[in-house]
């Protein structure tokens, strides 16, 4: 899949092998043990409305909102994250908290 957020970064397809590394490096033991690779043509899917990276001091806070649908005439569920990262060694993150700000994931 391509975004052009990984683009701009160089780190070629999402779940791919630079992308999965640039991930592993930052988050270690706390990065997902599996990449979902749904195609644009699958019929549930999730999409990020917003996304915004903020910096506190020596935390790093991702906050985004999405939606999600199973299909033409399935559910669509909506909500927002916020998830706070702290440092973990020299060169990594952690994951801190993580907190759905409004209102809730698909089951």
């Known amino acids: 899949m391509r975004c052009e957020l990984t683009d701009a970064l160089g780190l070629g ?5 630079k992308h999965r590394a640039f991930i592993l ?3 270690g033991d706390d990065a997902p043990s599996r990449c979902a690779q749904i195609p644009t043509t699958a019929f549930s ?3 990020f409305d ?3 990276l903020e910096r506190d ?3 790093v806070v991702v906050d985004y909102a999405v939606v999600h649908t199973a299909g033409p005439t399935g559910p669509t569920h909506s909500w927002s994250e916020t998830i706070r990262f702290a440092p973990r ?5 952690r994951i801190e908290s993580r907190r ?3 209102g ?3 089951p």
């Open 89 to 93: 060694g020299a060169q990594g993150l």
């Open 57 to 59: 001091g020596d935390r």
């Open 13 to 17: 397809e999402q779940c791919g092998a």
């Open 100 to 102: 759905v700000t409004k």
């Open 104 to 106: 809730k994931p698909p």
């Open 50 to 52: 917003e996304l915004r």
């Open 25 to 27: 490096g930052w988050l």
């Open 45 to 47: 899917q999730s999409a």
